[in-house]
């Protein structure tokens, strides 16, 4: 594993090595598949511009926010949403959407 971090600092905690392994630690051999995405400018800035993937965590349970699009852009009077998770003291986020009529 490369490790652009000093030792100590776990990005994350887990519980099933094998599945770790498997879900993060195999797609590219030596490197930890975080889910965000960014970019490294031309000095060499490391840019974290967000997740890859569509999942929020809301209370626990993972939901996709294209999912939730889909149903809410299926309405005749919908011609564009988006869904995004907003935090929330209690569940840790809620989706929120935005509609354009």
């Not at 997740?51 to 149903?71: C, F, K, P």
């Not at 309405?75 to 869904?83: K, R």
């Not at 935090?87 to 809620?94: E, M, S, V």
């Amino acid at each position: 594993l490369k490790r652009p971090l000093p030792p100590s600092c776990l990005p994350t905690v887990w519980r099933n090595h094998d599945r770790f392994e498997t879900g993060y630690l195999s797609q590219f051999p030596g490197y930890y598949v975080s889910g965000d995405g960014g970019y490294l400018d031309e000095d060499g800035y490391l840019f974290i511009m967000g997740r890859i993937d569509d999942v929020i965590n809301v209370a626990g349970h993972r939901l996709s926010t294209g999912e939730m699009e889909e149903i809410v852009g299926g309405h005749p009077a919908i011609a564009e949403c988006a869904v995004v998770g907003i935090h929330d003291d209690l569940k840790g986020q809620l989706p929120l959407g935005f509609v354009v009529l």
